[in-house]
């Protein structure tokens, strides 16, 4: 008899699966992220219609010096999800002018983006110490335990818009487990406006945002074996005002079958359906204190950009218990 050859399936295997076999279909939105779906979000973040980088920059360049009196002295900046740090460098010089040492933890899954980082604020941040974190947030936030003193965590580019919002009070509050008396959060949301607005942000003339969702089928016929037809699909953006967030799914422009060898499954799609891929939800203020509150955060301050279509909320840690 000849063994059959066991391959490790990559961990989100399952959710793949569970994804595609319920109605409607569904995939998770962390399969955008291998190396060419970083690339392509970063092309993203300097298309003209995608708003979002651009505004949030023009809060941090303007409004640094505010931030950081409203954080207070002495404090460690930690970097939830930091990349390359490309926007934090005002804010870290904002800070250095008020305190001798500042402490910065930038926190990735990507060591080669924290290089990067590093040598961007060593280069760019004269009093800044930067001590890089790899970490997987899926293993929750252990790490924040180990940073000693008083912390500001740094959550921005609205990536909390990509959780539902149960899920999103969940993991602020898994943040907030972590913290104590006198930390803080500064997190970034994008705001509700027109949808003239929204839908080419998520919508652009150039096709990025296009080919950053199919990299998701992409991922799975090279990693698991399918044999999705990327030209049989196309990208679809909507905006949804009931629940207040971009919805982004890969529609099906036939009938048609596809097979995963390695999870031996197919899956049959009707014309016309679609896989859900990602909500990129849209806040108004009311929506941001109902979701800091639960997770044990009182909101202190926000800041807008000239037109109020980004804002950064400053909240310190509540003593009700959470
Ligand atoms: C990472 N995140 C905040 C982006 C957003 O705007 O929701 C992801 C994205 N999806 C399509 N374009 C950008």
């Known amino acids: 008899m000849i063994a059959r050859e066991l391959v490790a399936l990559p961990a989100y295997a399952e959710e793949v699966r569970e994804g595609l076999a319920s109605y409607p279909k569904s995939l998770p939105c962390k399969l955008f992220y291998d190396s060419d779906g970083s690339a392509l979000f970063e092309e993203i973040t300097d298309l003209p219609e995608y708003y979002l980088t651009r505004t949030e920059l023009e809060i941090l360049r303007d409004r640094s010096q505010e931030i950081a009196a409203a954080a207070g002295f002495g404090t460690s900046i930690v970097e939830l999800g930091a990349g390359t740090a490309a926007k934090t460098c005002t804010l870290l010089q904002a800070f250095s002018r008020r305190q001798m040492r500042v402490p910065y933890f930038p926190v990735d899954i990507s060591p080669t983006a924290l290089n990067e980082a590093r040598e961007r604020v060593e280069g760019e941040c004269s009093g800044v110490t930067v001590r890089p974190v790899v970490a997987d947030f899926s293993c929750g936030f252990g790490f924040l335990r180990s940073i000693g003193g008083r912390k500001v965590v740094l959550y921005l580019g609205s990536s909390i818009g990509n959780f539902d919002p149960g899920a999103a009070v969940e993991m602020l509050a898994t943040i907030r487990q972590q913290l104590t008396d ?75 079958s596809v097979h995963i060898p390695a999870l031996n499954v197919g899956a049959k799609f009707a014309r016309g359906e679609r896989i859900h891929t990602e909500n990129s939800y849209k806040y108004t203020l009311p929506m941001v204190a109902e979701m800091l509150k639960p997770a044990g955060f009182e909101l202190t301050r926000t800041w807008f950009d000239h037109r109020k279509w980004f804002a950064l909320h400053l909240a310190g840690v509540s003593s009700a218990r959470v």
């Open 182 to 256: 006198g930390d803080a959060l500064l997190l970034g949301t994008d705001l509700v406006k027109d949808e003239s607005i929204l839908l080419p942000a998520y919508n652009d003339a150039k096709g990025v945002t296009d080919q950053f969702n199919k990299n998701v089928l992409c991922r799975l016929n090279r990693e698991l074996g399918a044999n999705f037809d990327l030209s049989s699909f196309r990208h679809v953006a909507l905006w949804n005002p009931e629940k207040s967030r971009i919805e982004i799914y890969l529609e099906s422009l036939r009938a048609q």
